[in-house]
């Protein structure tokens, strides 16, 4: 089952949700279209576990691993809005690949990306504010939306001096955000 979920995650965000169908992502599992029904009762459940996984995934690998304080937003926001993330989508983090899916996906997906991304969320708000995390919730969720629409923007255009110039302002802006309001 394990292996259906992480082949499945890659697949969704190269492919996007809607082109990705079940013998493809048994396919890449190595496994037969039978096989999944003994795991999930719909591609609808395999999705909504695909996302959270994925999420959680993040949180663990990206948020949880950055430095301490101030450096480690800085790493998180460097990691996110670089070129090698930029283009590796099957590797790179769900909400870029998929919000536009997402949001028009059943409650049941869209719970489970509100769960997993407030997880991610809180991770990054407890890096901001240490000693009062819930105080900058909001700000965390304002930085992911920044830094998630950057990197579809910069994914989307054609012209690659442009592409860099955005993710190299995406940079600056995502900074800028972290500083905001912050005592010297």
């Known amino acids: ?40 009762e719909s591609k609808d459940d395999l999705d909504t576990t695909a996302i959270a996984d994925q999420l959680k995934t ?18 998180i926001v460097r990691g996110y809005l670089s070129p090698l993330h930029r283009d590796n989508l099957g590797d790179g983090c769900p909400n870029a690949a998929l919000l536009d899916e997402i949001g028009r996906g ?10 997993g991304v407030l997880v991610l969320i809180d991770g990054i708000a407890a890096r901001m504010a240490p000693d009062d995390p819930s105080s900058a919730r909001v700000k965390a969720l304002g930085l992911l939306g920044l830094m998630a629409g950057t990197l579809q923007l910069s994914r989307a255009l054609t012209d690659s ?11 600056d802006n995502a900074l800028a955000l972290l500083d905001a309001g912050q005592r010297d």
């Not at 059943?106 to 769960?115: E, F, G, K, L, S």
């Not at 001096?161 to 940079?171: P, S, T, V």
């Open 1 to 40: 089952m394990r292996r259906i979920i992480e082949t499945a995650g890659r697949r969704l965000k190269q492919d996007g949700i809607d082109g990705s169908g079940v013998s493809t992502l048994m396919k890449d599992a190595g496994l037969t279209n039978g096989a999944f029904y003994a795991h999930f």
């Open 106 to 115: 059943t409650n049941t997906t869209r719970q489970a990306y509100t769960d």
């Open 58 to 75: 993040q949180a663990e690998n990206v948020v949880a691993r950055a430095a301490p304080g101030r450096a480690g937003l800085e790493q």
């Open 161 to 171: 001096r442009l592409a860099h110039e955005l993710l190299d302002q995406g940079i």
